[in-house]
């Protein structure tokens, strides 16, 4: 079983930055895919970016350019590098864990409040 702790949050100004760090219980480099998600009021969660254990990298739009998505598999640990932050990427953030075929799993952490002032 895979638990996720996200962390990283925060009040920041448009245009700053933050980092988020995602921190997996269990190995996650049994999962197949492992993500970045975010739900703002009112909204349903969306994707915001996905890495695959080959290391392939996806991106929702709204967020190329600004957001970099990274995994350290020795430290079980996904980070999303957030730069030029703008008061729509207010969101809460949740870290996702997929593993798709073999003994497959779908792990959300509890999410983590990044709030974008203007």
């Known amino acids: 079983q895979v638990q996720l702790v996200e962390s990283g949050g925060g009040l920041v100004q448009a245009g700053g930055s933050l980092r988020l760090s995602c921190a997996a219980s269990g190995n996650i480099f049994s999962a197949d895919i492992m993500g970045w998600y975010r739900q703002a009021p009112g909204k349903q969660r969306e994707l915001v970016a996905t890495?695959?254990?080959?290391?392939?990298?996806n991106y929702a739009d709204s967020v190329k350019g600004r957001f970099t998505i990274s995994r350290d598999n020795a430290k079980n640990t996904v980070y999303l590098q957030m730069n030029s932050l703008k008061p729509e990427d207010t969101a809460v953030y949740y870290c996702n864990a997929r593993r798709l075929v073999t003994a497959p799993y779908d792990y959300w952490g509890q999410g983590t409040q990044v709030t974008v002032s203007s």
């Open positions: 890495i695959t254990r080959g290391g392939r990298l």
